[in-house]
């Protein structure tokens, strides 16, 4: 099993929500979080006063999944959450020793 | 007696004061750091009640009192005695709506200084600043300005001193229609003056200081425009002699300055917008609130003297500088929290001295000479000179008696809980509203105290 992490824009949330259920995906958990890139955040200006403000809004999904699903997620989200422009964000796979359904006490595969 | 024209007096009066609460409240405080919004409404709501008192006690006497004779009261044309309608005692109070009005004045001058002092000033050096600060500085500044002292146009003026007297009157006679000198500038100046003592709030320049409710500011923005209609078009003095002739003039002269009072702020916030485009790229919500205030500021002085060519001029000129201004502050390392001194002192002097320049009488752009505006720039400059020294000297003394400034712990934690035991915003935690993690402590004491 793996867990996808992926870090995306706000704007592109509903259309990666939109793909990822039409391919079948079951659950997700979802938080909203702020972070900064290569790009260094960006440059409010107030009466004059430029402030660097570091840190900006994103998006994070976690997903597990079974090592079969994996590659395929990561594809979907790359597509759709991209627009070529500077901090569209990352993807990452991180290998799951086990999962537990906390409902019925199911493990690994069938608790996904 | 015009029963119409004390009914829209007693609306300004109240349109005024809805200047400082809730307009001037919103629009600092939503400036301010959101912890620190609730002390920063608080300085606007202790001024309409500690001035509002003193005004009636001693501040209209000190301002405009004459003796029974109808004689001014005036000392040296500094100021009038005090104790002439202590309370307004022996005052008629067929004047008492004029009283109600001159009142929102000094109210929202005191309350404006307050954007200087943002964060960290006590607030109990704040109560004892206001009754002392209108006393020395702001009724004075009344009464040479509007009650017939040294700042207008009576014949024992400096006006009347440097081009002359004609028919008891001076020559060349200075113009400050609602406040330019009393208002603004005294007020500006105070905040400069305030700030300079109070010092830097801790991380100024280091860290970002962000307003923390920008919609706020504009309602108090929007608000601060309406009431201001109350401030000008209320200045007007209606002729005692009920003529059709002056009656006609009355109404083209109220038309005249509610026209000139839009058409400033409109063009101040054009003025504002495109230095913010042309320095930063976008023109942003605050600079546009701010400035309305600044052409407001600019017109309050010169609204009767323009015309409405003139007033628009005055705002794109007061907007545009005003957005320059703010920026001194940093490069000169004072902090003006709030822009006092960028707004109100630079926009108070561009209308005071744009009025030499600009006034259809009198004025330089009008082939009468630099007469006027050697007149205003001497008032600008006795203004400034009069509310610095005595802003400087009341707070020495409220220094020396409680301080000014509050600890270090408590300006980090937020003069909202440090000052007033308050927070202005709860939104709970992250799981379960208002409950601990580990236990329901809160809960429990609740249900405690509930079934004793």
Redesign the interface.
Known sequence: MKLVTAVIKPHKWEDVREALETFGVAGMTVSEVSGYGRQKGHT??????????ALVPKIRIEIVVEDSDAGDIVDIIVKTAQTGRIGDGKVWVMPVDSVVRVRTGDKDEAAL | MDTGYHAWMLVSASFVLMMTTPALALFYGGMSRSKSVLNMMMMSFSSVGIVGIVYVLWGYSMSYSTNEAGESTSVLGLFANPFEWFGLEGYDPSGYIGVGFQLTFAVITAALISGAVADRLKFSAWVLFLPLWVTFSYFPLAHMVWGGGLLSGEEESLAAWMFGVTDGMASVAPVDYAGGTVVHINAGVAGLILALMLGKRLGFGKEPIKPHNLPLTMIGAGLLWLGWYGFNVGSIVFPADGTEESNALFIAETGLVWLNTTVAAAAAVVGWMVVEKIRHGKATSLGAASGVVAGLVAITPACGALSPIGAIILGLVSGALCALAVGLKYKFGYDDALDVVGVHLVGGLVGTVGIGFLATSGGLFYGDGAKLLVVQVVIALFAMLWSAVFTFLVALLVKAVIGLRVDEEAEIEGVDFSEHGETAYDFGTAVGRGRSLVGNTTTDKVKEGASA
């Open positions: 409010e200006v107030y009466r004059g006063a430029e402030y660097d403000i």
